[in-house]
C-alpha cells in the first residue's frame, strides 16, 4: 500500500441522508486515514457549479457526497453538527487508479 504511508491523519465521518424536512439524518461515525490539506481549491461539481473548497482530504477510502468530516477521531457523536465550524461538508470526490490499478488514491473537497 504506497499510499499508505502518506496518510497522516485520522479523520471522522457521518453518512448523510435528507430526513425530509430541510435536515439531515447522520449515519455513523466511520474512521479513515487520510492526508487534510487546508487550503481553497476551485472545483466543479456535478450540476456545473464551480466552487472553492476550503479543504482537501486525500485518501484510498471513497466517502459518498454529502457526508460531513472532521479532522480527528470522534466518539460518541450522532449528530456531528455540534462539533461547529471544524466540521466540513463533503462537496466532491474525485479517484485516481494507482499506475498498477491496485489501488484508488481518492481527492475529496470540502467546505
Keep these: 500500500m504506497a499510499f499508505a504511508k502518506m496518510m497522516p491523519h485520522k479523520i ?41 473548497a476550503k479543504d482537501i482530504v486525500y485518501t484510498t477510502e471513497e ?17 456531528p453538527t455540534i462539533l461547529g465550524s471544524d466540521l466540513k461538508q463533503v462537496k466532491q470526490v474525485q479517484g485516481v487508479p494507482n499506475i498498477r490499478g491496485g489501488e484508488t488514491l481518492y481527492k475529496i473537497y470540502l467546505r
Excluded at 481553497?40 to 456545473?48: I, T
Excluded at 466517502?63 to 449528530?79: R, S
Design 63 to 79: 466517502v459518498p457526497l454529502g457526508a460531513f468530516a472532521y479532522k480527528g477521531l470522534v466518539t460518541g457523536v450522532v449528530d
Design 12 to 52: 471522522t465521518y457521518w453518512r448523510t441522508e435528507s430526513d425530509g424536512y430541510g435536515g439531515y439524518k447522520f449515519y455513523g461515525p466511520h474512521y479513515i486515514s487520510g492526508r487534510w490539506e487546508t487550503r481553497p481549491e476551485e472545483v466543479a461539481l456535478g450540476n456545473g457549479e464551480t466552487i472553492v
